[in-house]
């Protein structure tokens, strides 16, 4: 326990003092939508956390897929009313390892199916404190464009996490380091409960699961010029610069209503976006969209 403890600090550190970089946003959304994923399986279902901490061992495939019909980067819209599909497999062990690979299509890219994203990775909650639970991951991009001038900035990612959680509530805080030709970095908070509806049974119910989720990343920032000048070169007067800032870029509200039957689980969630603009640039609009999501777990 020492040595993962000592694991998750070194992450979150090296992510805090990364140099902040610029990076393909829609990278990014994948990023996150995995990171997203993985706590919702791991982390966010109680019923499948008790089965984990089981004495007997035992092993299982998950498989989801979730569609959007708008798509955004900490609050900020990729393309105008773009929705996007995304499917995931992940193996998981009762010993807290798991391995998976997702991919996703979007609407307007150019192509609509744009990379893959291996993860590997180790979660586990403490058998004498069930509510405390902590995760460690990597994950290896593999991007399908046929552009030779494409050069990704970054190719992997190494992510850590702690989550304290009970029956009702819970929050959970989320690290990663971008790793690549340059270094990025990311990091989120999540507030959350759970609202129960209806149960059915002891595993199956309707909830609400409504949720706060801070994002803090890295975004080029445009600032104002005390003093705008001319190019000469270009013709243009300059009177902004722009400056990388690693700050909260967007505060989104989630309420999810999760169906949860069997082996079988769906969720239709609201999200509201609460973008925070960064520097004197155009201030970013307050957005929604909504998200369809269904899971099923088979046992091996």
Same mark, same amino acid.
């Given at each position: 326990?020492?040595?993962?403890? &000592?694991?998750?600090?070194?992450?979150?550190?090296?992510?805090?003092?990364?140099?902040?970089?610029?990076?393909?946003?829609?990278?990014?959304?994948?990023?996150?939508?995995?990171? @997203?994923?993985?706590?919702?399986?791991?982390?966010?279902?109680?019923?499948? *956390?008790?089965?984990?901490?089981?004495?007997?061992?035992?092993?299982? *495939?998950?498989?989801?897929?979730?569609?959007?019909?708008?798509?955004?980067?900490? /609050?900020?819209?990729?393309?105008?009313?773009?929705?996007? *599909?995304?499917?995931?497999?992940?193996?998981?062990?009762?010993?807290?390892?798991?391995?998976?690979?997702?991919?996703?299509?979007? %609407?307007?890219?150019?192509?609509?199916?744009?990379?893959?994203?291996? %993860?590997?990775?180790?979660?586990?909650?403490?058998?004498?404190?069930?509510?405390?639970?902590?995760?460690?991951?990597?994950?290896?991009?593999?991007?399908?464009?046929?552009?030779?001038?494409?050069?990704?900035?970054?190719?992997?990612?190494?992510?850590?996490?702690?989550?304290?959680? @009970?029956?009702?509530?819970?929050?959970?805080?989320?690290?990663?380091?971008?790793?690549?030709?340059?270094?990025?970095?990311?990091?989120?908070?999540?507030?959350?409960?759970?609202?129960?509806?209806?149960?059915? /049974?002891?595993?199956?119910?309707?909830?609400?699961?409504?949720?706060?989720?801070?994002?803090?990343?890295?975004?080029?920032?445009?600032?104002?010029?005390?003093?705008?000048?001319?190019?000469?070169?270009?013709?243009?007067?300059?009177?902004?610069?722009?400056?990388?800032?690693?700050?909260?870029?967007?505060?989104?509200?989630? &309420?999810?209503? @999760?169906?949860?039957?069997?082996?079988?689980?769906?969720? *239709?969630?609201?999200?509201?976006?609460?973008?925070?603009?960064?520097?004197?640039?155009?201030?970013?609009?307050?957005?929604?969209?909504?998200?369809? @999501?269904?899971?099923?777990?088979?046992?091996?």
């Amino acid at each position: 326990m020492k040595a993962v403890g &000592l694991i998750l600090f070194l992450v979150l550190l090296l992510s805090f003092q990364a140099k902040a970089q610029r990076t393909d946003i829609m990278d990014k959304e994948r990023v996150a939508q995995v990171d @997203s994923l993985l706590n919702d399986v791991l982390f966010g279902d109680d019923d499948l *956390l008790d089965l984990l901490l089981e004495e007997n061992t035992f092993q299982f *495939l998950y498989v989801a897929t979730n569609w959007s019909n708008r798509t955004y980067y900490a /609050g900020r819209e990729n393309g105008s009313y773009q929705s996007n *599909l995304s499917g995931q497999i992940y193996y998981m062990h009762s010993n807290g390892f798991y391995a998976g690979i997702s991919g996703s299509w979007y %609407s307007q890219l150019e192509p609509n199916y744009r990379s893959t994203i291996l %993860s590997i990775g180790y979660g586990k909650s403490l058998k004498k404190h069930s509510y405390f639970r902590y995760r460690f991951s990597a994950d290896y991009f593999i991007f399908h464009v046929n552009d030779p001038e494409f050069d990704p900035i970054y190719n992997s990612s190494l992510n850590a996490g702690l989550s304290l959680k @009970s029956k009702t509530l819970g929050t959970s805080i989320d690290g990663s380091l971008l790793v690549g030709q340059e270094f990025g970095q990311q990091f989120i908070w999540n507030t959350d409960a759970y609202l129960y509806l209806a149960r059915f /049974g002891n595993y199956n119910y309707l909830r609400l699961e409504p949720e706060v989720s801070l994002f803090f990343g890295s975004e080029a920032a445009e600032f104002l010029l005390n003093e705008a000048y001319f190019d000469q070169t270009t013709n243009e007067e300059i009177d902004t610069y722009y400056r990388d800032v690693f700050a909260l870029l967007n505060t989104q509200l989630r &309420l999810p209503l @999760s169906l949860n039957w069997n082996n079988f689980d769906m969720q *239709l969630t609201y999200l509201y976006n609460i973008p925070r603009t960064i520097g004197d640039g155009e201030p970013y609009p307050n957005t929604s969209f909504f998200r369809i @999501s269904l899971g099923y777990i088979f046992s091996l």
